[in-house]
């Protein structure tokens, strides 16, 4: 795989606001009532929180964290590191974890011990893009918005190598 390669589009921008939208109405329709905190997974997410909580009504607040286990290339080292924590306490909190993609789920069930650890009311995830046939551990994903086959993709915040993050649609690479 190069990094000056143009990947082939797999879900334009359109795709991306109409079901991140409806993935908005979902979480809220859940949680009626009441503050929802945001845990962006950076850096791939970023994107994906800036318009699921753009369509979200109410009480919305938001913070970072980052880890790491892919390093630069594209396969899972099946180690993950935090990198970076959140800034505020999520006690009591009904916490949004959000996330660009579960692969093989080491990442996001590693993420999900440590904040279930620290007293939220609730925890739930959601992730834009899922390869359910890549998973190595059996991890909860209470929304997703879309199952993708086991193929490597990068945009709308994705990355090969750090490139690609800036393209408004999800493309594959070949
Ligand atoms: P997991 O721990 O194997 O589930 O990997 C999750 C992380 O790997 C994601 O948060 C992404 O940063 C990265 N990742 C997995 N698959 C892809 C892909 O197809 N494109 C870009 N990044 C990916
Ligand atoms: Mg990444």
């Known amino acids: ?22 993935v908005a109405q979902e979480i809220r329709q859940d949680f009626p009532t009441g503050q929802l905190h945001f845990v962006c997974v950076l850096k791939g997410a970023f994107l994906f929180l800036a318009d699921l909580i753009r369509a979200i009504p109410g009480h919305v607040s938001i913070d ?3 880890c790491s286990s892919y390093g630069t290339g594209t396969s899972s080292s099946g180690e993950v590191r935090l990198t970076k924590d959140l800034d505020a306490s ?5 916490v949004i ?14 993420l999900q011990e440590i904040l279930l650890a620290r ?16 998973r190595k551990i059996d991890v909860k994903v209470d929304y997703i918005g879309f199952t993708i086959e086991d193929k490597f ?13 800036n393209l408004p649609y999800i493309g594959v690479l070949e």
């Open 97 to 110: 974890v959000v996330e660009d993609i579960v692969d093989t789920g080491l990442t996001l069930h590693y």
């Open 64 to 66: 970072f964290m980052a």
């Open 119 to 134: 007293g939220p009311r609730s925890v739930r995830t959601a992730c834009l893009l899922s390869k359910p046939s890549r």
């Open 153 to 165: 993709v990068v945009g709308y915040g994705l990355d090969y190598a750090e490139q690609y993050r």
């Open 1 to 22: 795989m190069s990094t000056t390669a143009k990947p082939t589009v797999l879900i334009d921008h359109e795709e991306l606001a109409s079901r991140i939208a409806a």
């Open 90 to 94: 999520i006690e009591g909190r009904d």
